[in-house]
């Protein structure tokens, strides 16, 4: 930006990808994430899913906060901070993760990636610089480093990724297990590729300088153009991310640090995370009242349900019958799901009437009429969409 450009603080940083994505969005269906310019679509939303659910797609992930932990202290400060035991990941690994205020409440959720014996990144989805900040008071041997913007990142999903970075020469990629870590060389630097992703399928992240993304790209494009390459945006990915039964925040969860009305936010237990409280280890951020929270059981549960017909419960209240005189809770996320063929949805629900009757009223509009209407809902255990590749090593070979 021109200095005289009065503005110039206020505009939207470009990602490392953007002249190439620039070229492919020809809808210009921008929006913003983190102060970036990121795609919403580039051509249409449900062209995009079904390109990640059948063959590739690229969604860029540099607007992710991405943070370097570094020195003898970054294990223990960490394993303070998340309420996973961070002694259990091993090197080249990566391992999903959340941590919590001293009241229990959700700050946020991410990945850990442990690079070597006193090296970590954390990844996440909004800014945590000063809460990282606080939780290394105390630690006299750790560096925290704010990497989001040197570090460029594309995530690569769908049955047919490994395929492609097979034919981008990436040698025994089919042999990395899912949350495994590899490096490898390209051009003048290195790219480090990770088994991880938000669409519930098959797929990869790949991290290099941001000075080598655009090389980056080329190469993995060249590789693909054979298997039906294409970039996706966030509306692709959250259909993706629902039918996986993924959080999401602003939509399963508020920010702790960002709410205001008390207990608005919510706690592992109540988002079905408390696979990933682990009280065995030492003390961590929030571990009393979480304690105190299993003991009693959370007022709230997220559940998975499937709605009878094909209108998504956006924003539907749920009852506990079907005269809708009992409300039991809100419905967080919803959808059709192509994939699965089913009235799909999470929802929030009090956890004493989880096991009961489910009632969803849907409110819609067809032809500029508004209608209403009251559904059974179902509860579901597992995921909506988990194929097998998106564990298989190797992948099956597409």
Same mark, same amino acid.
């Given at each position: 930006?021109?200095?005289?450009?009065?503005?110039?603080?206020?505009?939207? #940083? *470009?990602?490392?990808?953007?002249? +190439?994505?620039?070229?492919?969005? @020809?809808?210009?269906?921008?929006?913003?994430?983190?102060?970036? #310019?990121? /795609? $919403?679509?580039?051509?249409?939303?449900?062209?995009?899913?079904?390109?990640?659910?059948?063959?590739?797609?690229?969604?860029? @992930?540099?607007?992710?906060?991405?943070?370097?932990? +570094?020195?003898?202290?970054?294990?223990?400060?960490?394993?303070?901070?998340?309420?996973?035991?961070?002694?259990?990941?091993? $090197?080249?690994?990566?391992?999903?993760?959340?941590?919590?205020?001293?009241?229990?409440?959700?700050?946020?959720?991410?990945?850990?990636?442990?690079?070597?014996?006193?090296?970590?990144?954390?990844?996440?989805?909004? %800014?945590?610089?000063?809460?990282?900040?606080?939780?290394?008071?105390?630690?006299?041997?750790?560096?925290?480093?704010?990497?989001?913007?040197?570090?460029?990142?594309?995530?690569?999903?769908?049955?047919?990724?490994?395929?492609?970075?097979?034919?981008?020469?990436?040698?025994?990629?089919?042999? *990395?297990?899912?949350?495994?870590?590899?490096?490898?060389?390209?051009?003048?630097?290195?790219?480090?590729?990770?088994?991880?992703?938000?669409?519930?399928?098959?797929?990869? $992240?790949?991290?290099?300088?941001?000075?080598?993304?655009?090389? *980056?790209?080329? /190469? *993995?494009?060249?590789?693909?153009?054979?298997?039906?390459?294409?970039?996706?945006?966030?509306? /692709?990915?959250?259909?993706?991310?629902?039918?996986?039964?993924?959080?999401? %925040?602003?939509?399963?969860?508020?920010?702790?640090?960002?709410?205001?009305?008390? =207990?608005?936010?919510?706690?592992?237990? $109540?988002?079905?995370?408390?696979?990933?409280?682990?009280?065995?280890? %030492? &003390?961590?951020?929030?571990?009393?009242?979480?304690?105190?929270?299993?003991?009693?059981?959370?007022?709230?549960?997220?559940?998975?349900?499937?709605?009878?017909?094909?209108?998504?419960?956006?924003?539907?209240?749920?009852?506990?019958?079907?005269?809708?005189?009992?409300?039991?809770?809100?419905?967080?996320?919803?959808?059709?799901?192509?994939?699965? #063929?089913?009235?799909?949805?999470?929802?929030? @629900?009090?956890? =004493? &009437?989880?096991?009961?009757?489910?009632?969803?009223?849907?409110?819609?509009?067809?032809?500029?009429?508004?209608?209403?209407?009251?559904?059974?809902?179902?509860?579901?255990? #597992?995921?909506?969409?988990?194929?097998?590749?998106?564990?298989?090593?190797?992948?099956?070979?597409?």
């Amino acid at each position: 930006m021109s200095a005289t450009d009065r503005f110039a603080g206020e505009r939207l #940083k *470009l990602s490392p990808f953007y002249p +190439r994505q620039a070229e492919l969005n @020809i809808r210009e269906a921008w929006s913003s994430w983190n102060g970036y #310019k990121f /795609a $919403e679509y580039y051509y249409d939303t449900e062209y995009e899913y079904f390109c990640i659910r059948n063959l590739c797609g690229t969604y860029d @992930i540099c607007p992710m906060q991405k943070y370097e932990i +570094r020195g003898p202290d970054a294990e223990a400060m960490l394993n303070r901070m998340v309420t996973r035991d961070v002694r259990k990941i091993r $090197e080249q690994r990566v391992a999903y993760c959340l941590w919590c205020t001293d009241e229990g409440r959700m700050i946020d959720d991410g990945t850990i990636f442990r690079l070597g014996p006193e090296r970590f990144m954390l990844t996440c989805g909004s %800014p945590c610089t000063a809460w990282l900040r606080k939780s290394a008071y105390g630690f006299d041997n750790v560096t925290v480093k704010d990497i989001s913007d040197e570090l460029a990142a594309l995530s690569l999903q769908g049955p047919t990724s490994c395929a492609v970075l097979k034919n981008l020469g990436l040698e025994a990629i089919d042999t *990395l297990k899912p949350f495994g870590i590899r490096d490898y060389p390209l051009g003048n630097g290195t790219v480090t590729v990770s088994r991880t992703g938000f669409t519930g399928d098959l797929g990869y $992240e790949l991290w290099i300088e941001k000075d080598l993304a655009l090389e *980056l790209w080329d /190469a *993995l494009y060249a590789a693909g153009q054979h298997y039906g390459i294409q970039p996706y945006g966030e509306a /692709a990915t959250n259909m993706a991310r629902l039918e996986a039964a993924f959080i999401m %925040p602003a939509m399963e969860f508020n920010e702790a640090l960002r709410t205001v009305r008390f =207990q608005h936010d919510q706690t592992p237990f $109540e988002l079905n995370l408390g696979w990933l409280v682990d009280f065995g280890k %030492p &003390h961590f951020s929030g571990r009393r009242a979480l304690l105190e929270e299993k003991r009693k059981g959370p007022r709230y549960t997220l559940v998975k349900l499937d709605i009878e017909g094909n209108r998504p419960a956006e924003g539907a209240h749920v009852y506990a019958n079907r005269r809708c005189t009992k409300e039991i809770g809100y419905v967080t996320s919803a959808m059709w799901s192509p994939a699965v #063929k089913a009235n799909i949805a999470l929802a929030m @629900i009090e956890t =004493q &009437h989880r096991n009961g009757p489910l009632w969803a009223e849907i409110y819609y509009e067809k032809e500029l009429r508004q209608h209403s209407r009251v559904v059974q809902c179902t509860l579901k255990k #597992k995921p909506f969409w988990a194929p097998a590749r998106a564990r298989a090593t190797p992948p099956p070979d597409l």
